[in-house]
């Protein structure tokens, strides 16, 4: 397993191995399915929408459905108005979606498409249906990462659909970030027990975790309506969670619609829960009830219980900057040590937040934005941990440690199903990723432990 | 639902109108010709390899993922470099099932992906430097035997010469490097990419190594990528029935098997949509024969087996097959038996490739099912039609921009493998050499053939037929699986197999039979669903009162009775 990956570490200037990321149009693809009846549309080749297609349905085990303009050689050279079109056309005479949501590609940003122009045209000669909308983030895959593609599209349904009206209304705009639809609905029940009023967007509970009922919807009762977003411009106020995925979309409604923002770290772990509880509770001028207390409660309870089997583990952390930071802080939290902390998404910001987390006790770590899981992996072999966190790839680095305790966790999990149903935010996420870590290291002491040491109770 | 009575099957070409009818003008007149009613005696001609609708919600890939993600990719022991942007070279990274087994000291570096990671600076100011750094990276930390380069949409566009940055580190590091001119938007689908991977593996690869293996009878498999280890099946038989695999193309494969494959006696061609390029070019240049196989399938398996034994004419292997034949055969007969009472007469259908749709379609008719409709996803006019109509395609301009290589035959290394008068005695016998009939010649008359299906027409045909399972990829499975019929894939094998030659077979039966009647979708509807009407509120009658000995323990309390599946409908 991963043999000709050594101890000794190298700076390497151009060659990636092994992303901790990939590219925008993914994560654009991904947040347009949080709009309620909207079909996502990958402006190029065909087969960005069919590798995007395939690796979100990997993670989701549910339909991802989105179009493509097909580019081919012609097009490549004449530009893309007549596919995109063309594309339309077929769109909204076959699938007919409120909203298409295009996102571009290296290839149509590098002929220079102009998105905006191709609306224009296809409006003006009155293809477009009554009511429906168009809207476009630009996502070239040589920036950022699939982390901007997200944000760069949930900015583009504020710039296109939110609108201010002159009325204030008594509601909050919620900005998720970039998280699964699990994990939406719990950012949601906490702030509904709460009892503010709110949109949310994009919203993709109830798109991408569909009941079985014998019957395939096109567009699923989930997402965010047009009305919903449109209404974001007279929001009281912007709660953005994540700032790589979500300040872009809150900063959007600031400038466009005057709406004051705030943003705060996705709700992981026990800090990062406790800020967005409170968050919450002052700015829609509520207070805290019994329930999330108790939720809260257990969640001490857990840690104080658990301790003994985490405390001073040596963790190494990998995922997008949005995930991990918290994560950290609650891995801290739990008096654990990271180690080596590594996003594939480029932004500096990210050493800095990680490193204040850290604080002189962990001056050591190696942490790093824009690096791989090679060099991950290299520097785990030069000094080992005790646990590996991240996406599915890390299985690879797992069993080459010689079957390492790994939790998968963020984007893209490939292998296992929990990710679907079992949200990771809030005090309850917390929980289960406490039993996630503690059942990984207890699996491993149960598998290698000398059998006079092999016990009943933990 | 797989037990909804299905009697009579619906009109194929009332299937096909509800198909296109939805559709705008132009989009139903190029749908209308890649929609047809079979006729397996004389089949019609189908509209394939065009482009691809924009807007239709297609199953189609690009030309880089059938050159590095189908054709290269399994070559497991050299570096794999793709350069442009990371997200192309990330998907293309272990989500193809090709397995590997290296050999002793060798490194598999299919675990790894590697691509250059361009940023908005190369892609304005070029990105050769980057790629030149980036091959030079790979070799310090691997000291691969070979470093292959991938294009990607943008370095067509912005014009970095790949192939000149390639042949320079050829020359700078004493290895083998080439690339790959495989951008996305090249050709209609995956198949352009296949072309051009034939084209590189052969001018790069192939015939590096003059040394043959030392079994008597020497063949390469082409067009088979181990999904699941198919491949693994494949050479445990042939190895069994005494036969060498020199190469199989692509897939458990290295380098250097690759580089010797021209001194095999034999090509057998498993897909031929993704390699009958190589075939034809390793007849011309180095005189070996090629003829089409299938693996899949326990009969296709023996035919394919005996064709084998045949080309080579000689007795003691004609007779090895045969007992391997008869023994995997009778190894197989006790699964076949009790699967097929249960799959028996059901409907199935299957969207896939350019190939699978039609291999596998032995698999369900060994079970007894009927196909409904099929069609390939990137094929050509032949692979449904047969090689008969090749001199009819006419080639448009996106084939026109994939490189034909001029082959001739090599001076030295040409070797006719069989004398005039063997082939002549072979053809007698009914053996054709450079053929493959076509999907649509196997396939029942009326049935619907589609090709590159889309959305729209798999929801129609699904409410319509109601098959009891549709075989497609992953970007189907679940939209198919929430109408509640099964999906299985067959690109990935959902993760299964190996499902090739007879071992495989019985693999494949009982994952049909577990998919046709698993419980599970006798479930999707709830029991108060199927007894809507409203419940009275139990009253309390008293009972007449027994002593506590003759009351038994089943009786004892109130027993909730659980509704029986086996029953239930959901429709």
Same mark, same amino acid.
């Given at each position: 397993?991963?043999?000709?990956?050594?101890?000794?570490?190298?700076?390497?200037?151009?060659?990636?191995?092994?992303?901790?990321?990939?590219?925008?149009?993914?994560?654009?693809? &991904?947040?347009?399915?949080?709009?309620?009846?909207?079909?996502?549309?990958?402006?190029?080749?065909?087969?960005?929408?069919?590798?995007?297609?395939?690796?979100?349905?990997?993670?989701?085990?549910?339909?991802?459905?989105?179009?493509?303009?097909?580019?081919?050689? *012609?097009?490549?050279?004449?530009?893309?108005?007549?596919?995109?079109?063309?594309?339309?056309?077929?769109?909204?005479? $076959?699938?007919?979606?409120?909203?298409?949501?295009?996102?571009?590609?290296?290839?149509?940003?590098?002929?220079?498409?102009?998105?905006?122009?191709?609306?224009?045209?296809?409006?003006?000669?009155?293809?477009?249906?009554?009511?429906?909308?168009?809207?476009?983030?630009?996502?070239?895959?040589?920036?950022?990462?699939?982390?901007?593609?997200?944000?760069?599209?949930?900015?583009?349904?504020?710039?296109?659909?939110?609108?201010?009206?002159?009325?204030?209304?008594?509601?909050?705009?919620?900005?998720?970030?970039?998280?699964?639809?699990?994990?939406?609905?719990?950012?949601?029940?906490?702030?509904?027990?709460?009892?503010?009023?709110?949109? #949310?967007?994009?919203?993709?509970?109830?798109?991408?975790?569909?009941?079985?009922?014998?019957?395939?919807?096109?567009? @699923?009762?989930?997402?965010?309506?047009?009305?919903?977003?449109?209404? !974001?411009?007279?929001?009281?106020?912007?709660?953005?969670?994540?700032?790589?995925?979500?300040?872009?979309?809150?900063?959007?409604?600031?400038?466009?619609?005057?709406?004051?923002?705030?943003?705060?770290?996705?709700?992981?772990?026990?800090?990062?829960?406790?800020?967005?509880?409170?968050?919450?509770?002052?700015?829609?001028?509520?207070?805290?009830?019994?329930?999330?207390?108790?939720?809260?409660?257990?969640?001490?309870?857990?840690?104080?219980?658990?301790?003994?089997?985490?405390?001073?583990?040596?963790?190494?952390?990998?995922?997008?900057?949005?995930?991990?930071?918290?994560?950290?802080?609650?891995?801290?939290?739990?008096?654990?040590?990271?180690?080596?902390?590594?996003?594939?998404? =480029? *932004?500096?910001?990210?050493?800095?937040?990680?490193?204040?987390?850290?604080?002189?006790?962990?001056?050591?770590?190696?942490?790093?934005?824009?690096?791989?899981?090679?060099?991950?992996?290299?520097?785990?072999?030069?000094?080992?941990?005790?646990?590996?966190?991240?996406?599915?790839?890390?299985?690879?680095?797992?069993? !080459?440690?010689?079957?390492?305790?790994?939790?998968?966790?963020?984007?893209?999990?490939?292998?296992?199903?929990?990710?679907?149903?079992?949200?990771?935010?809030?005090?309850?996420?917390?929980?289960?990723?406490?039993?996630?870590?503690?059942?990984?290291?207890?699996?491993?002491?149960?598998? +290698?432990?000398?059998?006079?040491?092999?016990?009943?109770?933990? | #639902?797989?037990?909804?009575?299905?009697?009579?099957?619906?009109?194929?070409?009332?299937?096909?109108?509800?198909?296109?009818?939805?559709?705008?003008?132009?989009?139903?007149?190029?749908?209308?010709?890649?929609?047809?009613?079979?006729?397996?005696?004389?089949?019609?001609?189908?509209?394939?390899?065009?482009?691809?609708?924009?807007?239709?919600?297609?199953?189609?890939?690009?030309?880089?993922?059938?050159?590095?993600?189908?054709?290269?990719?399994?070559?497991?022991?050299?570096?794999?470099?793709?350069?442009?942007?990371?997200?192309?070279?990330?998907?293309?990274?272990?989500?193809?099932?090709?397995? !590997?087994?290296?050999?002793?000291?060798?490194?598999?570096?299919?675990?790894?992906? /590697?691509?250059?990671?361009?940023?908005?600076?190369?892609?304005?100011?070029?990105?050769?430097?980057?790629?030149?750094?980036?091959?030079?990276?790979?070799?310090?930390?691997?000291?691969?035997?070979?470093?292959?380069?991938?294009?990607?949409?943008?370095?067509?566009?912005?014009?970095?010469?790949?192939?000149?940055?390639?042949?320079?580190?050829?020359?700078?590091?004493?290895?083998?490097?080439?690339?790959?001119?495989?951008?996305?938007?090249?050709?209609?689908?995956?198949?352009?990419?296949?072309?051009?991977?034939?084209?590189?593996?052969?001018?790069?690869?192939?015939?590096?190594?003059?040394?043959?293996?030392?079994?008597?009878?020497?063949?390469?498999?082409?067009?088979?990528?181990?999904?699941?280890?198919?491949?693994?099946?494949?050479?445990?038989?042939?190895?069994?029935?005494?036969?060498?695999?020199?190469?199989?193309?692509?897939?458990?494969?290295?380098?250097?098997?690759?580089?010797?494959?021209?001194?095999?006696?034999?090509?057998?061609?498993?897909?031929?949509?993704?390699?009958?390029? #190589?075939?034809? /070019?390793?007849?011309?240049?180095?005189?070996? @024969?090629?003829?089409?196989?299938?693996?899949?399938?326990?009969?296709?398996?023996?035919?394919?087996?005996?064709?084998?034994?045949?080309?080579?004419?000689?007795?003691?292997?004609?007779?090895?097959?045969?007992?391997?034949?008869?023994?995997?055969?009778?190894?197989?007969?006790?699964?076949?038996?009790?699967?097929?009472?249960?799959?028996?007469?059901?409907?199935?259908?299957?969207?896939?490739?350019?190939?699978?749709?039609?291999?596998?379609?032995?698999?369900?008719?060994?079970?007894?099912?009927?196909?409904?409709?099929?069609?390939?996803?990137?094929?050509?006019?032949?692979?449904?039609?047969?090689?008969?109509?090749? =001199?009819?395609?006419?080639?448009?301009?996106?084939?026109?921009?994939?490189?034909?290589?001029?082959?001739?035959?090599?001076?030295?290394?040409?070797?006719?493998?069989?004398? @005039? +008068?063997?082939?002549?005695?072979?053809?007698?016998?009914?053996?054709?050499?450079?053929?493959?009939?076509?999907?649509?010649?196997?396939?029942?008359?009326?049935?619907?053939?589609?090709?590159?299906?889309?959305?729209?027409?798999?929801?129609?045909?699904?409410?319509?037929?109601?098959?009891? $399972?549709?075989?497609?990829?992953?970007?189907?499975?679940?939209?198919?699986?929430?109408?509640?019929?099964?999906?299985?894939?067959?690109?990935? &094998?959902?993760?299964?197999?190996?499902? !090739?030659?007879?071992?495989?077979?019985?693999?494949?039966?009982?994952?049909?039979?577990? /998919?046709?009647?698993?419980?599970?979708?006798? /479930?999707?509807?709830?029991?108060?669903?199927?007894?809507?009407?409203?419940?009275?509120?139990?009253?309390?009658?008293?009972?007449?009162?027994?002593?506590?000995?003759?009351?038994?323990?089943?009786?004892?309390?109130?027993?909730?009775?659980?509704?029986?599946?086996?029953?239930?409908?959901?429709?």
């Amino acid at each position: 397993m991963l043999n000709a990956t050594t101890a000794e570490h190298t700076e390497r200037k151009a060659l990636r191995i092994n992303p901790a990321k990939t590219c925008q149009p993914i994560g654009a693809l &991904y947040a347009a399915l949080g709009i309620h009846k909207c079909l996502p549309h990958s402006h190029g080749s065909q087969g960005c929408c069919a590798y995007h297609r395939s690796q979100l349905t990997r993670h989701f085990k549910e339909p991802v459905m989105a179009t493509t303009s097909s580019f081919t050689e *012609g097009a490549s050279v004449f530009g893309g108005l007549s596919n995109m079109t063309q594309a339309l056309t077929n769109i909204f005479g $076959i699938y007919q979606p409120d909203v298409v949501a295009v996102h571009t590609t290296c290839l149509s940003e590098v002929i220079g498409d102009d998105i905006p122009m191709m609306f224009k045209k296809f409006r003006e000669d009155g293809k477009l249906p009554e009511g429906a909308q168009l809207i476009h983030a630009n996502t070239p895959s040589f920036k950022g990462s699939h982390v901007t593609g997200f944000a760069n599209m949930t900015a583009a349904m504020a710039r296109y659909l939110s609108e201010r009206s002159g009325e204030v209304r008594d509601q909050l705009n919620l900005i998720p970030g970039y998280l699964d639809p699990a994990d939406m609905r719990e950012v949601k029940r906490l702030a509904t027990e709460i009892g503010a009023r709110f949109v #949310m967007f994009p919203d993709t509970s109830d798109v991408l975790d569909t009941p079985q009922v014998g019957r395939f919807e096109m567009y @699923p009762k989930g997402g965010a309506t047009v009305a919903q977003i449109r209404s !974001a411009g007279d929001s009281f106020a912007t709660l953005g969670l994540g700032f790589w995925a979500s300040e872009a979309a809150a900063k959007e409604l600031e400038s466009k619609c005057e709406v004051p923002y705030e943003m705060g770290e996705l709700p992981i772990g026990l800090g990062a829960t406790d800020a967005f509880v409170d968050a919450i509770r002052r700015l829609a001028a509520k207070s805290v009830p019994a329930n999330i207390e108790r939720e809260r409660g257990q969640l001490i309870d857990l840690m104080s219980d658990m301790s003994q089997y985490l405390h001073r583990k040596r963790v190494a952390v990998f995922g997008d900057p949005d995930h991990v930071i918290p994560l950290v802080r609650f891995l801290v939290e739990l008096d654990m040590r990271p180690a080596y902390v590594v996003t594939g998404t =480029p *932004g500096k910001a990210f050493e800095e937040n990680v490193r204040q987390l850290l604080g002189p006790a962990g001056a050591d770590a190696k942490v790093k934005a824009y690096e791989d899981l090679f060099s991950l992996h290299q520097w785990m072999k030069a000094e080992p941990v005790d646990l590996l966190i991240g996406n599915t790839y890390g299985k690879y680095i797992a069993r !080459a440690e010689g079957n390492l305790p790994f939790v998968r966790f963020g984007f893209p999990i490939l292998d296992r199903v929990a990710h679907r149903y079992f949200p990771t935010v809030g005090y309850r996420g917390a929980m289960r990723l406490i039993a996630a870590m503690t059942d990984a290291l207890l699996d491993q002491k149960d598998r +290698e432990c000398p059998e006079e040491f092999f016990e009943l109770v933990q | #639902m797989s037990d909804t009575p299905r009697n009579p099957v619906p009109d194929p070409a009332v299937v096909r109108e509800e198909m296109l009818k939805a559709y705008p003008a132009k989009t139903r007149k190029k749908r209308e010709k890649q929609i047809v009613l079979n006729d397996p005696d004389a089949p019609p001609q189908i509209g394939a390899n065009t482009r691809t609708i924009p807007g239709i919600i297609t199953q189609r890939g690009c030309t880089y993922a059938g050159c590095r993600g189908v054709v290269i990719g399994p070559i497991y022991d050299i570096v794999h470099i793709t350069h442009g942007p990371v997200g192309c070279g990330y998907y293309s990274w272990l989500t193809r099932r090709n397995l !590997a087994r290296p050999e002793e000291g060798q490194t598999n570096f299919m675990q790894y992906c /590697m691509n250059t990671d361009m940023q908005e600076d190369e892609i304005i100011f070029g990105g050769e430097k980057k790629l030149a750094a980036a091959i030079r990276e790979a070799y310090a930390l691997f000291k691969p035997k070979a470093i292959s380069i991938y294009a990607t949409c943008p370095i067509g566009l912005i014009g970095d010469d790949i192939h000149t940055v390639a042949r320079q580190a050829k020359e700078e590091l004493g290895i083998n490097v080439f690339a790959f001119s495989c951008e996305g938007y090249k050709g209609v689908s995956q198949s352009a990419g296949h072309h051009i991977a034939n084209n590189g593996v052969f001018k790069n690869i192939v015939g590096l190594d003059d040394t043959p293996d030392s079994g008597e009878y020497r063949i390469n498999i082409l067009g088979e990528y181990n999904i699941g280890g198919d491949a693994f099946e494949i050479e445990e038989l042939l190895r069994k029935c005494g036969i060498t695999c020199t190469a199989t193309l692509s897939g458990n494969v290295s380098y250097d098997q690759i580089a010797r494959c021209h001194t095999a006696d034999l090509n057998c061609v498993m897909c031929h949509r993704s390699i009958n390029y #190589m075939a034809e /070019m390793m007849e011309t240049k180095y005189g070996i @024969p090629w003829i089409k196989v299938n693996f899949i399938g326990a009969e296709s398996t023996a035919k394919s087996l005996r064709k084998i034994a045949a080309y080579f004419g000689d007795k003691a292997l004609i007779d090895r097959v045969e007992r391997v034949i008869a023994q995997e055969m009778l190894a197989l007969k006790a699964t076949v038996e009790e699967v097929r009472p249960r799959c028996e007469g059901k409907l199935a259908a299957l969207f896939v490739g350019g190939s699978r749709a039609h291999h596998y379609q032995d698999l369900f008719k060994e079970l007894g099912m009927q196909i409904v409709s099929a069609g390939y996803e990137f094929a050509h006019r032949d692979d449904y039609e047969g090689r008969d109509v090749l =001199p009819t395609i006419k080639v448009d301009a996106d084939s026109r921009n994939i490189e034909e290589l001029d082959v001739e035959a090599d001076p030295q290394r040409f070797k006719a493998r069989r004398s @005039p +008068e063997q082939l002549e005695a072979l053809q007698a016998g009914g053996f054709t050499f450079s053929d493959y009939e076509g999907m649509m010649r196997e396939m029942d008359r009326r049935a619907l053939v589609i090709d590159d299906i889309s959305h729209h027409e798999m929801d129609q045909l699904i409410a319509l037929y109601r098959p009891s $399972i549709v075989c497609c990829g992953i970007k189907e499975k679940y939209i198919v699986e929430k109408m509640g019929v099964p999906c299985k894939q067959l690109h990935s &094998y959902d993760y299964g197999g190996p499902y !090739a030659v007879f071992t495989g077979a019985a693999n494949f039966y009982r994952e049909i039979d577990r /998919m046709v009647n698993t419980r599970v979708w006798s /479930m999707i509807m709830p029991p108060w669903q199927k007894q809507p009407e409203l419940g009275a509120r139990p009253v309390f009658t008293p009972k007449p009162r027994r002593s506590r000995e003759e009351a038994s323990p089943a009786t004892r309390g109130r027993a909730v009775r659980p509704v029986p599946t086996e029953t239930a409908t959901t429709n």
